[in-house]
């Protein structure tokens, strides 16, 4: 699950090294890693190799290598001068006995496979010329094209394509996958990919330590809340989620019953006193109470017992609901900031973030899509301007002194201790209205259950994610919740959890 930067890669290598196993060693296995994902995707057919200068091209030259003693018809295509290569690329070079082909996209052909090995995960820099000319002839030819550790033109700390990328059908990387493999639009020029043991042994990560993660179960099994035998709903903690006018009240019930289905013990909508008869009418297992103004809001939020807070979907944009959000703050609950609570603090975020940083130990999670994010993090986007996804997410963190949820189809969480978490399950299916208010409820279930921040967020990005998955196509918002029941059974089944 953890998430290598280029930087980062090179460290596991220089430690495999350091710890006997030789650079050419680790190329080998790469190559061998390739060849056999080639042999899975053409089991006959000629194979051709596109290779480049530096050690991507090396494990390309060791996968014809072994593709050919296998009997495989295989081709050689070669960037550069093959006396130019240097170090283990020279040595992996020597192992393929064939003619080496010039760069040329007319020396492409017809091969039934395409092995792309022209550049790894640290191309900085725009793709351009001879490099450029034989992507887009890859990419036009139509014959499935299998990446070396990231589809070339791809950048690997943050997934941008620089100016042109292989369009693989899948991807071979090595011991720990790296941002631009999750990250978008990188991860769609990916296709299925495959991490391959290359013999570097998982104890180099302690001295690396990294911080980025994949958002899978793994990393936060330890903590996922689930109901004991001898519970009761009020261990499960109650969770208040603040309405808006009259005929803007479908979206705090919608979070509120995905608070509900994700396990709080109790939830509560706080109702302007216009809107309570449509909220009591609409409602069931949810309660409603009457809450007109901030001071009400504050009042009900004195009880200890309710111990989590969703304010933003449809709430309204203004100061009632900036008061609103700092009473929620002084209460000194878990606070989910979503839509309109964020959209209130626009023109003026560092009233929101001294409030949140004035807490001892803020349990408070940012749940922004990116247009609320230029909004409210403005000074990023002038300060940051080639920032990727990860870092504008880390940098928020830290300068809101709260988590933030990054939504889309690669949802980036993030901490203000640089910890951080990139979700890839999200389905195309929840691109509709008020999905996002389905979120910000669940994350508000799990901090009512008592999960940490960062990982009441990872994991309600993760169920999220699943829940659209269940569902499928034709998914509306209103189904979101009723589905949760499955998510979790197959999350118990998964994690061993009994029910």
Wanted: hydrophobic share 45%.
């Amino acid at each position: 699950m953890e998430i290598l930067t280029v930087s980062e890669m090179t460290s596991a290598d220089q430690a495999a090294i350091a710890g006997g196993t030789s650079g050419f060693s680790l190329m080998r296995r790469a190559g061998q890693a390739v060849a056999q994902a080639a042999e899975a995707m053409a089991e006959r057919g000629r194979i051709l190799v596109v290779a480049g200068r530096g050690n991507n091209g090396g494990d390309g030259f060791i996968a014809a290598a072994e593709l050919a003693a296998k009997g495989r018809d295989v081709s050689v295509i070669l960037l550069c001068d093959r006396a130019t290569l240097k170090g283990d690329a020279a040595l992996a070079a020597a192992e393929w006995k064939g003619p080496v082909l010039s760069c040329d996209p007319a020396a492409l052909g017809q091969p039934n496979l395409i092995i792309d090995a022209l550049f790894g995960a640290g191309l900085n820099r725009p793709v351009k010329g001879d490099p450029c000319a034989m992507i887009e002839a890859m990419n036009a030819s139509g014959v499935p094209i299998l990446s070396v550790d990231l589809p070339s033109g791809v950048n690997g700390d943050t997934g941008e394509v620089m100016g042109i990328a292989v369009e693989a059908s899948a991807t071979v990387t090595f011991f720990r996958r790296k941002p631009g493999h999750l990250l978008l639009p990188g991860r769609a020029y990916c296709g299925e990919t495959d991490v391959a043991d290359i013999g570097i042994e998982p104890d180099v990560l302690d001295a690396i330590a990294p911080k980025t993660f994949e958002n899978v179960p793994d990393l936060w099994a330890d903590i996922f809340p689930s109901p004991q035998a001898d519970g009761h709903k009020y261990a499960r903690g109650h969770a208040v989620v603040v309405s808006g006018d009259m005929v803007s009240t479908g979206a705090a019930r919608l979070a509120a019953r995905a608070a509900l289905r994700a396990g709080a013990g109790l939830v509560t909508v706080a109702s302007k006193r216009d809107a309570l008869a449509v909220n009591a009418a609409a409602l069931t297992a949810v309660m409603v109470r009457e809450t007109e103004t901030p001071q009400q809001f504050a009042e009900l939020l004195a009880d200890r017992r309710l111990n989590a807070c969703v304010i933003g979907p449809a709430a309204g944009i203004g100061e009632r609901t900036r008061d609103m959000v700092r009473a929620a703050l002084s209460a000194r609950c878990g606070v989910v900031l979503d839509a309109d609570a964020l959209t209130s603090f626009a023109d003026d975020p560092e009233r929101l973030f001294e409030t949140i940083k004035n807490q001892d130990d803020p349990q408070v999670i940012l749940t922004p899509h990116d247009g609320e994010f230029g909004r409210l993090f403005s000074q990023l986007g002038s300060g940051y301007p080639h920032a990727s996804k990860l870092e504008r997410a880390r940098l928020a963190a830290v300068q809101s002194g709260a988590v933030i949820l990054l939504k889309g189809a690669d949802t980036v969480i993030a901490a203000p201790d640089g910890r951080a978490a990139i979700t890839a399950n999200a389905p195309p299916w929840l691109a509709t209205a008020g999905s996002g208010d389905v979120l910000a409820g669940i994350i508000g279930g799990m901090l009512a259950q008592g999960v940490p921040a960062l990982e009441a967020a990872c994991i309600a990005a993760w169920m999220h994610g699943e829940a659209g998955h269940e569902f499928g196509p034709g998914l509306i918002a209103e189904d979101l919740p009723e589905v949760l029941p499955a998510v979790l059974r197959n999350l118990y089944d998964e994690l061993g959890i009994a029910y």
